[in-house]
């Protein structure tokens, strides 16, 4: 019954030391989101694809990464992480863009950075 | 894109009562969406309210807008303390891309 799924839900990783996380989707679905989560605030969008055409947010540091090597995964890479890295990850999905599409989440991934 | 304002911030009430929590937003809109997010679900799309419709219903979930003053509501009956979340509402415009913004969200504590 999953439909969006994240690996791995709990993630620590050393300051500067690469990390990546997985996404993958069982709706097959169009779009899929990479939102950071920070302690008691709301996700803010990090990128996203439609297809294989990436979209990244203005205000995303360069240190942060995205692939999607086919329809069902998609990866979030960050370079080198810093201890301000250190939040929930969530990936979402729909099947279009439009404002009548609503987002799948997943569980997330909680990042820490040691 | 756009943002809604969620309020209250904070809302803390008993199982079994309602709780109504309140949406603005600045700019017309093509519909309204409400997500809830708690530690067992993640964030979950809770209802989607078209900008023609005043009221929608779904199980306990009632939701109101309206346009001319630019604000949604979202009432829980008989809450339950699994309902306790944040809610977060989120306003799409008519055309184009636009990212779900989310606002501070309405954090609601049901207490058995």
């Known amino acids: 019954d999953a439909m969006v799924i994240q690996n791995p839900r709990y993630q620590v990783t050393q300051f500067g030391k690469p990390v990546t996380l997985s996404c993958s989707q069982t709706l097959n679905h169009n779009v899929m989101y990479w939102y950071q989560q920070k302690s008691s605030q709301a996700p803010k969008l990090l990128f996203h694809?439609?297809?294989?055409?990436?979209?990244n947010e203005a205000d995303t540091p360069d240190n942060f990464q995205s692939r999607r090597p086919n329809t069902s995964f998609c990866f979030l890479d960050i370079r080198s992480p810093g201890l301000g890295d250190a939040a929930m990850y969530l990936c979402?999905?729909?099947?279009?863009?439009?404002?009548?599409?609503?987002?799948?989440f997943g569980p997330g991934t909680r990042l820490t950075v040691t | 894109s756009q943002q809604g304002e969620e309020d209250p911030q904070a809302l803390s009430i008993q199982e079994g009562e309602n709780a109504t929590m309140n949406c603005s937003y600045k700019?017309?809109?093509?519909?309204l969406q409400w997500y809830r997010q708690n530690s067992g679900r993640g964030l979950v799309h809770l209802i989607l309210?078209?900008?023609?419709?005043r009221e929608k219903h779904s199980g306990r979930l009632r939701v109101t807008l309206d346009t001319s003053k630019k604000s949604s509501s979202l009432l829980i009956t008989a809450s339950r303390a699994a309902d306790t979340a944040s809610y977060f509402c989120?306003?799409?415009?008519?055309?184009?891309?636009?990212?779900?913004?989310f606002g501070t969200g309405t954090r609601l504590l049901v207490s058995p």
């Open positions: 309210i078209r900008s023609n419709e």
């Open positions: 694809y439609y297809d294989k055409d990436f979209n």
């Open positions: 989120a306003p799409r415009k008519n055309t184009g891309f636009q990212k779900l913004v």
């Open positions: 979402a999905t729909s099947r279009e863009t439009g404002p009548g599409y609503e987002q799948y």
């Open positions: 700019t017309s809109i093509n519909n």
